[in-house]
């Protein structure tokens, strides 16, 4: 029922602007076109001059609604985010002042240059010394940014720095992985005709790598330490993905068949970023941004980043994919069916 | 009527044959006349049609798929009647959702603002503004609003297989279009989106063909190069821009079926996918991307271009006044183009691509900003000191340089790499495209259509219904689109189904509600305009031989009959004498391209 009074009413909106639309031709012709063009072209003068100023208090008034309370207000959260920010907030003032200066003159000239009788327009083609200004202008300024961007822009995309912890990042609808190397620092080889879940290998992992053995595998959480940069090897097993840290300011696609990389170094732990947020659920989300499926929306991950004692603490308890994999072999084994050809048990552990 | 009888046709009717006998012998079926036409202006009203309905499907959708973000836990049961198992329960599903998007994108760039926009307006204004009988060849024109058709019936089709339509992005990126098992929207929807879209750009390079060679071939005595107006330096650089880009596009299109259906592994490699490993091995998904950005950017360039040069027509004639600069309008249009074309790996700064590349892209794509710069000042000096007349078309073109600056803008953040990692396939982004180059252009169109509607139908449209058309829809464009800025800078990502699971994005809920209202309005508002488009055809007031210029253009159009045939001007097709935008030079408040230049006046 409500629906219909809503179309209703919709309707009858539409007839009542049609009905005067119609009269107002209907005047216009009675009065004569000179005199309707007249008056429209008044409101419409006077609705560009509002329209400027209900725009800038929108304007003030959106930020005032939107600009705290989230991500950006809070300031980046690693290092290389807080260039990001200066960078953004150059470029904000620069663009803002030019978007003010363009917006009050269009609107401006259109209000202060409506027709009038006893105006008649300039005859103004072309001057060449104010095309010069406004070419060269312009082109001053975005090679300033030009140049400021692509120094930072070398900087990130560059080697990770020395001392880097590494982390795997691995993306598959719709979830991501984390693989970490053990105590060699090196992440042993993969093989993607090697990923069978079902054999406690879900990554791919090349066992025949010695460097495989003491890696460690762990869905969707990623530990980092606070202030200690972190190279971040981005896979991906199936589709385009894309590891977002919105809150580090920094994203890098995962492309299957192709490795790619990124580091930061965070400076907030979470438990720091939950008091200055003043959000106890607060976490570090990584986000996928690059569609990738009907679970794009889902496909989150989260970043810890804690202390290097509570990292160690961490780390120490956590198995070897290898040992877990074994440990798979090994209830099939129970089973009934044959093992996988392991070594030794010795290899196997870990020994932090 | 063949090449030659077309030919024989213009030649009789340039030496002033007897026009009413030669209208009597040929009589031409409703057929030949309204379906199969090849006069241009016909063909035209024909691409605006199609383009109006297409706008109309792709609307809706973004009203739907803002419905789900706008009021993600409220149920809506007429959903489930239209889609059935798609919006079980009145809620649309997951599958469902990345297809609305898919489709709107596709629709509204492709079918809406591509062959709508320049579809309908290079095709009605070139032959009318160069001073041409009809297009070099009006059998291909005719061609290429069929297989237009033929792409919209393929596009339409899709959606009622079913796995649904395509549902992997209008930039439809592999592996995830290359793959059944990927996605629902990837399986026979995917087949037929990409049937149509090979059908679509045979039809922009049909056209695009057209026009250019129309354009430096068949241009009346006198106009030179330099006295084209400038809507037909847009539409020709727009079509040069297809014919050089459009090729690239279609290579991706086959090259992505090939790895659909014949095992290839042009895009594909090393994938694990639903637990199955595939052969694939060697092969690039950036090489795909690469692909369809070098048509993709300069695609956004295709749309906007046209919606620049009705802008500048539109502004100069009802400023009362010549378009300033008119030589650096035309040079910024050739470095736009240009530019345009070497900008493309900007939206792949985080693809994974070499970072060297990424720096020259930067490069490049923030210059492309200083002769968007150079358009923009010279519109506002073009309104500077002029003698203003508000006409609804007018107001839109006011609206176009207020969205293109407020969108143009933010591409200079977007376009520096090292900001772009931030703000990269973010809500930022959104509101970047969709002011600059979606509801500009849409302006744009706007602004062409309510100005020539008079010359293309021989009727007035309502003014008043124009009016409030206007400022309901600028006022609502920025409702959206501004504050999603803001939900940019915070990294909030696009394309997601729900964000309530999100702690990084929830605070934006209540502006999700808000937007999903506003697109409400301002899509029911739309069906003001199409009101009154179809109601004025029949019953506007009609433009009289007296009235024939009603905007008091200098341009050639006008001094058609009211309601020209094929063939545009009875009699001699007239001589052009001076550039197109003699207004308020002397006394006279516009001098008309026809007109002989003065004995002491010199040309401007």
């Known amino acids: 029922m409500e629906t219909f009074f809503l179309i209703a009413i919709v309707l009858l909106i539409f007839l009542v602007i049609f009905q005067i639309s119609k009269a107002s031709e209907y005047v216009s012709v009675l009065k004569g076109e000179e005199k309707a063009m007249r008056q429209s072209n008044k409101i419409n003068g006077f609705l560009m001059i509002a329209f400027l100023i209900l725009g800038l208090i929108g304007v003030w008034y959106c930020n005032k609604l939107f600009y705290h309370g989230n991500l950006f207000s809070w300031g980046a959260a690693s290092e290389e985010g807080l260039i990001i920010d200066k960078m953004m907030w150059t470029v904000i003032y620069i663009t803002g002042f030019v978007f003010f200066a363009t917006q009050i003159l269009l609107f401006g000239f259109a209000y202060k240059y409506q027709y009038s009788d006893k105006r008649k327009a300039l005859y103004y083609p072309h001057n060449n010394t104010l095309e010069f200004i406004w070419t060269s202008v312009p082109a001053i300024t975005l090679t300033i940014l030009i140049i400021i961007g692509l120094k930072h822009w070398f900087k990130f995309t560059g080697d990770a720095p020395k001392g880097s912890q590494i982390v795997e990042i691995t993306g598959h609808q719709f979830a991501w992985e984390m693989r970490y190397p053990g105590k060699d620092g090196v992440l042993g080889r993969k093989n993607f005709k090697l990923t069978d879940a079902a054999k406690g290998n879900p990554l791919g992992i090349d066992w025949k790598d010695q460097a495989s053995r003491d890696d460690v595998h762990v869905p969707t959480t990623m530990y980092v330490v606070v202030n200690k940069p972190v190279k971040l090897v981005i896979n991906s097993q199936d589709v385009v993905h894309d590891v977002g840290l919105p809150a580090f300011r920094l994203k890098m696609d995962a492309v299957p068949g192709m490795p790619t990389t990124l580091f930061f170094t965070p400076i907030y732990t979470t438990e720091q970023m939950k008091e200055k947020t003043g959000n106890p659920d607060f976490e570090y989300e990584i986000v996928c941004d690059q569609l990738c499926g009907k679970g794009h929306f889902s496909m989150k991950g989260i970043v810890k980043v804690v202390t290097q004692v509570e990292y160690n603490a961490w780390f120490r308890n956590q198995k070897s994919a290898f040992s877990r994999a074994q440990e798979a072999a090994l209830s099939a084994m129970n089973e009934g069916e044959a093992p996988a050809k392991m070594d030794t048990q010795k290899d196997l552990a870990l020994e932090n | ?604």
């Open chain 2, 1 to 604: 009527m063949t090449n030659e009888e077309a030919l024989q046709h213009q030649t009789q009717v340039a030496h002033g044959a007897a026009v009413a006998a030669h209208v009597a012998h040929h009589k031409q079926s409703f057929i030949t006349k309204y379906i199969f036409s090849q006069d241009h202006k016909i063909i035209s009203r024909q691409f605006l049609i199609t383009g109006i309905i297409w706008a109309v499907i792709g609307g809706f959708f973004s009203v739907l798929f803002r419905m789900q973000l706008g009021f993600p836990d409220q149920t809506f049961p007429w959903l489930e009647d239209i889609f059935g198992k798609w919006a079980e329960g009145g809620r649309i599903s997951q599958d469902l959702y990345y297809t609305l998007v898919t489709m709107h994108g596709t629709i509204l760039v492709f079918f809406v603002l591509t062959a709508g926009l320049s579809g309908t307006f290079s095709n009605f204004l070139i032959p009318l503004q160069v001073g041409a009988r009809d297009m070099a060849s009006p059998f291909v024109n005719m061609l290429s609003y069929w297989f237009f058709f033929a792409a919209s019936v393929v596009m339409f089709s899709s959606l009622f297989v079913s796995t649904g339509g395509s549902s992997v992005g209008w930039t439809f990126y592999p592996p995830l279009s290359a793959l059944g098992d990927a996605a629902e929207g990837a399986k026979t929807g995917m087949d037929l989106w990409l049937i149509s879209i090979f059908l679509f750009i045979v039809s922009q390079l049909l056209g695009g063909l057209n026009y250019v060679v129309t354009i430096i071939n068949m241009r009346t005595k006198g106009m030179f190069m330099t006295r084209l107006p400038l809507t037909i330096w847009s539409f020709m650089f727009t079509a040069i821009l297809g014919i050089l880009t459009f090729p690239v596009l279609l290579s991706a299109v086959v090259l992505l079926m090939f790895d659909r259906h014949l095992g290839t592994s042009f895009f594909l490699s090393d994938i694990v996918i639903q637990g199955k490993i595939l052969p694939n091995e060697g092969g690039s998904p950036i090489l795909f991307q690469h692909l369809f950005w070098f048509l993709g950017h300069p695609e956004v360039y295709i749309v906007a271009l046209p919606a620049m040069g009705i802008t500048s027509e539109v502004v100069s004639t009802n400023s009362r006044k010549p378009i300033f600069g008119y030589m650096a309008m035309v040079g910024s249009f050739f470095a736009i183009s240009t530019l345009s074309m070497i900008v493309w790996a900007h939206h792949m700064f985080v693809s994974g691509m070499n970072p060297f590349l990424g720096s020259v892209f930067t490069l490049f794509t923030l210059l492309i900003a200083v002769p968007s710069a150079i358009k923009v000042f010279n519109w506002l000096t073009t309104l500077w000191r002029g003698n203003i007349i508000f006409t609804p078309a007018m107001l839109f073109s006011i609206g176009f340089v207020s969205l293109f600056i407020s969108g143009g803008l933010t591409g200079i953040w977007l376009g520096n790499a090292a900001i772009d990692m931030h703000i990269h396939d973010t809500y930022f982004n959104i509101a970047h495209f969709h002011l600059v180059m979606g509801v500009a252009s849409m302006f744009g169109m706007f602004a062409g259509v309510y100005h020539w509607f008079p010359k293309m139908f021989g009727r007035f449209m309502n003014k008043t219904l124009g009016y409030i058309h206007f400022w309901i829809t600028i006022v609502c464009a920025y409702l959206i689109f501004w504050p999603m800025h803001y939900e940019g800078i915070a990294g909030m990502p696009r394309r997601y189904y729900d964000y309530s699971n999100w702690e990084s994005f929830k605070m934006f809920e209540g502006l999700n509600t808000f937007i999903g209202y506003v697109v409400i309005i301002v899509f029911a508002t739309q069906f003001l305009f199409i009101f009154n488009f179809f109601y004025s055809i029949y019953k506007g007031r009609k433009m009289t031989e007296s009235n024939k210029n009603p905007w008091k253009a200098t341009t050639l159009e006008w001094t058609t009959p009211p309601l020209p045939g094929h063939g545009n001007w009875e009699g001699e097709i007239p001589e052009v004498h001076r550039w197109a935008y003699d207004y308020s030079k002397g006394d006279r408040d516009f001098i008309p391209q026809t007109e002989p230049i003065g004995e002491d006046e010199g040309e401007h």
